[in-house]
Structures are given as structure tokens and as C-alpha cells.
Antibody, heavy 119, light 111 residues
Framework: EVQLVESGGGLVQPGGSLRLSCAAS????????MHWVRQAPGKGLVWVSR????????SYADSVKGRFTISRDNAKNTLYLQMNSLRAEDTAVYYC????????????WGQGTMVTVSS | QSVLTQPPSVSAAPGQKVTISCSGI????????VSWYQQLPGTAPKLLIY???KRPSGIPDRFSGSKSGTSATLGITGLQTGDEADYYC????????????FGGGTQLTVL
């Protein structure tokens, strides 16, 4: 079964850091672009970041550029999102999603992990 | 405020048809494929339509997509109570260093 499972969410103070993980299974992880998409409570979807299949190319939404870092370990079939200098407005459910190509649709989504930034 | 514009809500009776619009500009919808996602309450989004009008395997043909210029439309026929969900359109924006963008979402109520 094709599956993405996120972990690493939790409660963190403003200015703190957190690393999210997304474990992939059921497909050849190293062949796909991967993305992070977030959704604040009661709000819509917002794209956060993407990484190409071998990890050599990344891009970020302006709201997280310089604070978040996306990476992947193809040997471990795992995607990461390192989040630093967290702000209250980063509070959201974070989903990892698979993209067939650079600008393709997100065809597989994880169940999400909640990140709450609060003192 | 979302880059793509969707109506906040739509409603229709079981068995009827509904359409959900998604409006953008030339740098996003006008020059890129549109996809649609269904998010049932408390669950992760699910891909419904990709490349403007294609359905992934397992998605019933009650769901359809179309695109014209800088707008796209999701159509759902034979509405069922299980279709009650939030629906999001998405695409890429060439003017934003190839960032993905979404609509604000449309809540579908099946009366």
C-alpha cells in the first residue's frame, strides 16, 4: 500500500525549533518530488516547500524561507522539514505529499502532524 | 487571502449536480494544469482531478474538471451525502518561482 506517515509535531514555544519526518512506503520514494503543505486550524491549504527526487533542488514559500529547511534521505525513504525560529502563525497541521513531477498534482498525502507554536 | 478564488460554500440536494469555480490569472491557472482536492471532515486532502480534467484511478466519473483561460471548474453529478467536504483547487504559479498555490476552499453541503 502506498503510504506517507508524518511524525514529529507537538507544542513548541515561539522562537523554538522542531523537525518533522514523513516516512514513505509502497512506492519508489527516490523517484518522486516531495512537498510539505500546511493547514492552519479552520483555514485552507498552503504550500510550504518542495524537494526534487535526489534532493539537489528545493524551493520554499516566502513565509518560511530562511527559517525552514526541507531535506530527504532516500536510503531511509524519509522526508524531513526542519523548522526554526517558529512563530505563532506557523501553527498548523503539516502534511507531506507526493508529486509525480516538478509541477504536478499532489497524488498521495499523509495523515498530517499538528504543530502548535505557543508560550 | 488565497491566490486562487473559490466560492466559500455551495449546496445542492442529493442526486443533483453542483459546480465549483476557481479563478486565477495568467501566471497560474492560465499557464499551468489545475488539480482538485477533496477534504472530508477531519481527514487529509485527496486528489480528485489532475491535469485539468483527468481522474486518478478509483475516482468515480461523477467528478469532472475543466479549464478555460484563467478559470477552472469542478463538477459533481449525482450528489451523495458522502460528498459533503471541502474542495480545493490548486496549481503552480510561474511568477512566484514556481510555487504551488491553492484556492481558499469551498464547503459543499448536500441538503
Amino acid at each position: 500500500e502506498v503510504q506517507l506517515v508524518e511524525s514529529g509535531g507537538g507544542l513548541v514555544q515561539p522562537g523554538g525549533s522542531l523537525r518533522l519526518s514523513c516516512a514513505a512506503s509502497g512506492f519508489t520514494f527516490s523517484s518522486y518530488w516531495m512537498h510539505w503543505v500546511r493547514q492552519a486550524p479552520g483555514k485552507g491549504l498552503v504550500w510550504v516547500s518542495r524537494i526534487n527526487s535526489d534532493g539537489s533542488s528545493t524551493s520554499y514559500a516566502d513565509s518560511v524561507k530562511g527559517r525552514f529547511t526541507i531535506s530527504r534521505d532516500n536510503a531511509k525513504n524519509t522526508l524531513y522539514l526542519q523548522m526554526n525560529s517558529l512563530r505563532a502563525e506557523d501553527t498548523a497541521v503539516y502534511y507531506c505529499a507526493r508529486g509525480d513531477g516538478a509541477d504536478d498534482a499532489f497524488d498521495i498525502w499523509g495523515q498530517g502532524t499538528m504543530v502548535t507554536v505557543s508560550s | 487571502q488565497s491566490v486562487l478564488t473559490q466560492p466559500p460554500s455551495v449546496s445542492a440536494a442529493p442526486g443533483q449536480k453542483v459546480t465549483i469555480s476557481c479563478s486565477g490569472i495568467s501566471s497560474n491557472i492560465g499557464n499551468n494544469y489545475v488539480s482538485w482536492y477533496q477534504q472530508l471532515p477531519g481527514t487529509a486532502p485527496k486528489l480528485l482531478i489532475y491535469d485539468n480534467n483527468k481522474r486518478p484511478s478509483g475516482i468515480p466519473d461523477r467528478f469532472s474538471g475543466s479549464k478555460s483561460g484563467t478559470s477552472a471548474t469542478l463538477g459533481i453529478t449525482g450528489l451523495q451525502t458522502g460528498d459533503e467536504a471541502d474542495y480545493y483547487c490548486g496549481t503552480w504559479d510561474s511568477s512566484l518561482s514556481a510555487h504551488a498555490v491553492f484556492g481558499g476552499g469551498t464547503q459543499l453541503t448536500v441538503l
